[in-house]
């Protein structure tokens, strides 16, 4: 049987989304890893009443995003055998619960295919069951690999920025499994989210060296155009 080992990294986020996430991915994860970056509120005692794999780093996210990047997919590839699944999600991000629900046929899927990474479709949600679609928020448009099935045999290499680097390495998105499956992103649900957001590029990224300024900017539109979510499984 593949394992699935979820990983995560993790940064202020007991009054965001963290409980419900932690409770979500238990759904479906044999192995948690948690990386916890210098949080200043309780998250670092929430990891660890959920798994003993967590370990705290001191504010690498907007120092060096690989290297964070790196260390969680190294934490998370020790807990691996070959041919498990290492799955890196954000703690703002769920997979819809009927993704979750035909996760493991997908995997089957996959490794009937002989694929490498499983791919799904992300949606940047507005607020609870609608999601923006405009020139610059396309997310949903394209499948997202995620889910890598881990190779000890690779060498992962990274893309090498100091912001927006990806979630998992470059060299594991070759013959990727186009899934069903959907995962709600919930980090611009709300309007202080948005505003959070917006203020964190400004600071980091305020010449947009890194991501596309005008997306940035967009964050805070009064208008947007939003879509009701639909379930791929309906």
């Not at 993704?99 to 949600?125: N, R």
């Not at 099935?149 to 100091?162: A, E, F, G, L, V």
């Not at 709600?184 to 964190?200: A, I, P, Q, T, V």
Request: aromatic share 14%; charged share 30%.
């Amino acid at each position: 049987m593949n394992k699935i080992v979820v990983g995560s990294i993790v940064y202020n986020e007991e009054h965001r989304f963290l409980e419900k996430y932690l409770s979500n991915i238990q759904k479906y994860a044999n192995e948690i890893v948690l990386i916890d970056d210098g949080s200043t509120d309780n998250s670092l005692k929430m990891c660890k009443e959920v798994t003993k794999n967590v370990f705290k780093t001191n504010r690498l996210f907007i120092k060096d995003e690989v290297e964070l990047r790196d260390a969680l997919w190294c934490k998370c590839s020790e807990l691996c055998n070959n041919g498990d699944f290492i799955l890196i999600q954000d703690c703002d991000e769920f997979l819809h619960n009927d993704s979750i629900e035909h996760l493991k046929s997908e995997i089957d899927k996959c490794l009937y295919l002989d694929g490498d990474a499983i791919a799904w479709k992300l949606y940047d949600m507005w607020n609870d069951h609608q999601y923006r679609e405009d020139i610059y928020w396309t997310a949903h448009r394209r499948w997202w690999v995620h889910m890598v099935r881990y190779n000890n045999r690779i060498k992962y290499m990274w893309k090498n920025t100091k912001l927006h680097c990806g979630r998992i390495p470059l060299n594991s998105y070759y013959n990727a499994f186009p899934s069903q499956l959907q995962i709600l992103h919930m980090g611009y649900s709300r309007e202080d989210l948005r505003k959070e957001k917006y203020n964190f590029y400004m600071n980091v990224d305020k010449e947009g060296k890194n991501g596309i300024f005008a997306q940035y900017e967009s964050i805070l539109d009064d208008n947007p155009n939003l879509v009701n979510f639909v379930s791929n499984y309906m």
